[in-house]
């Protein structure tokens, strides 16, 4: 066939998909096959050619989505049409593309134009849809076996949820290069969140995905994350480099109870049940490691005292059980394991240790005897006893102290990784720093002299800003310490020891419960700059608060793999 002739058809064709005439590029698609003209070369000149001229018109805005849409639409049916009639035909491409829209979105436009200019480029392109999780988009990839998956987001609000789907393909199938768009997607965003790739518009997402097929491996991630949340939490602990810095709540568990509807009522009544919510909320959020027992006011309910227990959040103990010093002898009738609260917590955190399968690292909560006895006398009689009243605070001291060792044994025997001691009334907001050593710093030296090193790590939590008196908690010989977001990080560091490992601690109030993600995001950035790879985990300051949107504990956990080595 005389080529003038074949150019001529050609040429007709394209007038017909630039001007959106559809009939016309059948109708010209016909001549092509009445003619014998080469249908390969014809459909990838309408791919090539024609499809480049119409993304760059619309880039220079001299049309827009409507003529865009009616001119990809008679450039599909004309394509479809030679296909039929050329069956061999084989794609130049080699690209299996996933395209989709973020969860919380529904603007599908921009996504379904960036389908079509790939599908006519002649990839192989598989549309999820709107409202797509994370899970969704690796769903799919794994199931059409993608090398290349384009999320969209039209939405300020649904852009964050682009992290986990780069997270998730770094993390569970890295060989797919994860690449974005959509109005208020930058490419700075994109780097810094890890994506593969940004492109501006559809035309250009194609040139991207042409460079990528290209260029393959300039484009694979390097980043990869080679341990596991609990081996990651050991090179840590071994004062090793791992691979990224661990994470930790450090208390996630009532939240997480009303994360997944689960009253504490009902978590106290049904441990099973409670494990099981409490493991997939606390899993699924990305912690390193996480509380497997929270109920640290269970001590309080074995030795008799009145322990409100209320939908949500932390119980609080109701009346003093110590109205004066002849009280405490009674203290020592107690009977651990015939307490049904303590049993629950202790059931709940071995089905937590079962479903973990050592997969992440575990630790139960348990109060400092410090706070034990605040618990038990009433705080603020104890804060006065401590100038009126000495013997009655040594005593009942000397009591908290051997009640915590058993406690403490109990959870070790049970095979837990570690335990949190937490000691908020020895907070740098209630009791001054000599305070702390004469009565919190010596019950909790004897506690941690009998923790059983060798078998389990442990770690001391104290709200507040307890800066004037970290260099006593050198004292301990402690594993971690976590401290709120009153301390300075580099501060702390400076008078820790070395073998300390810090914790902590962006601000659970301002930043995680009230503020946008990315505030939370460059948060953990900072800390993470700050305090580098080593002898460092990243968390919140101190109780993850009930209501906390679960969006931005997802991005707490998530920020750390952008610094992967
Ligand atoms: C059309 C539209 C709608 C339609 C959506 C219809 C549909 N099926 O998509 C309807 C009316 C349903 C709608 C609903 C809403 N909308 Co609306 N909507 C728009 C509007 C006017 C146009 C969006 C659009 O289609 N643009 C054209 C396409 C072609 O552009 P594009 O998506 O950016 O895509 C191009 C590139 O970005 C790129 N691209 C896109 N995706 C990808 C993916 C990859 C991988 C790559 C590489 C490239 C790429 O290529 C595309 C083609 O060149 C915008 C305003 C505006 N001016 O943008 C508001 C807008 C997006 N909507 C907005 C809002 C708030 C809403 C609602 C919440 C409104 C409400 N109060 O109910 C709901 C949201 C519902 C939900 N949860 O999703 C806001 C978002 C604000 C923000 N910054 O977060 C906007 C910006 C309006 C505004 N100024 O307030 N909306």
Not at 163 to 189: M, S, W
Not at 274 to 284: L, R, V
Not at 535 to 554: F, H, K, M
Request: aromatic share 6%; charged share 25%; hydrophobic share 40%.
């Amino acid at each position: 066939m005389d080529d003038l002739i074949t150019e001529k058809i050609l040429n007709q064709l394209n007038q017909c998909i630039l001007e959106g005439n559809e009939i016309g590029a059948v109708e010209t698609s016909k001549k092509l096959v009445d003619n014998n003209i080469d249908l390969q070369y014809a459909i990838d000149t309408i791919c090539n050619k024609c499809m480049k001229l119409l993304g760059r018109l619309y880039e220079e805005r001299e049309i827009f989505i409507p003529e865009l849409l009616l001119s990809a639409h008679a450039a599909n049916s004309a394509i479809n049409f030679l296909r039929e009639h050329h069956k061999q035909y084989v794609s130049q491409r080699h690209s299996k593309i996933v395209v989709g829209v973020v969860s919380g979105d529904f603007h599908d436009i921009g996504k379904n134009i960036v389908k079509m200019m790939l599908e006519l480029s002649g990839y192989d392109v598989h549309d999820i849809g709107t409202n797509n999780s994370a899970e969704d988009f690796l769903r799919k990839a794994e199931e059409v076996d993608a090398n290349i998956v384009g999320v969209s987001a039209l939405m300020t609000t649904s852009m964050d949820n682009m992290i986990d789907v780069v997270n998730i393909f770094l993390e569970k199938r890295n060989k797919t290069n994860v690449i974005i768009g959509g109005a208020p997607v930058t490419q700075e965003f994109a780097d810094e969140i890890g994506a593969h790739g940004y492109a501006e518009d559809a035309s250009k997402a194609v040139d991207l995905v042409e460079h990528m097929e290209n260029k393959e491996d300039r484009y694979y991630s390097k980043r990869k994350v080679k341990y596991s949340s609990y081996e990651r939490v050991m090179k840590t602990l071994e004062h090793d480099t791992p691979d990224m810095v661990p994470t930790a709540p450090p208390f996630q568990g009532y939240w997480a109870l009303n994360e997944a509807h689960v009253s504490v009522p009902t978590s106290i009544n049904h441990p099973i049940l409670a494990a099981k919510k409490q493991f997939k909320i606390s899993n699924k959020c990305g912690f390193d490691m996480f509380e497997a027992c929270w109920d640290w006011l269970a001590a309080v309910d074995v030795i008799g005292g009145h322990v409100r227990v209320e939908r949500k959040g932390n119980p609080v103990t109701m009346e003093p059980l110590v109205k004066d010093q002849g009280d405490i002898d009674s203290l020592w009738d107690y009977d651990l394991m015939s307490n049904k609260r303590l049993r629950a917590s202790i059931l709940t955190a071995k089905k937590m240790m079962e479903l973990n399968k050592g997969e992440n690292f575990l630790y139960a909560t348990l109060a400092m005897p410090f706070t034990l006895a605040a618990e038990i006398r009433g705080t603020q009689n104890l804060l006065m006893d401590i100038f009126c009243n000495r013997p009655l605070v040594f005593e009942l001291l000397d009591f908290c102290t051997d009640f915590k060792i058993e406690c403490s044994k109990i959870m070790i025997e049970e095979g837990i990784d570690s335990i949190m001691y937490c000691d908020p009334v020895a907070s740098g907001d209630l009791i001054s720093p000599e305070v702390y050593e004469e009565f919190a710093l010596p019950s909790s030296k004897e506690l941690m002299r009998k923790h059983d090193k060798e078998m389990v790590c442990s770690g001391i939590h104290i709200c507040g800003n307890i800066l004037d008196r970290i260099e006593l908690l050198n004292e301990l010989s402690t594993d971690i310490v976590s401290i709120d977001s009153h301390v300075n990080l580099s501060d702390a560091r400076k008078i820790l020891n070395d073998d300390i490992i810090l914790m902590g601690n962006v601000c659970t109030m301002e930043i995680l419960y009230a503020s946008h993600s990315n505030v939370v995001r460059q948060q953990a950035r900072s800390n993470i700059k700050q305090m580098g790879l080593e002898n460092y985990i990243l968390a919140s300051g101190c109780d993850i608060a009930v209501d906390t949107p679960i969006q931005n504990v997802r991005t707490l956990t998530s920020t750390p793999k952008e610094f992967l080595k």
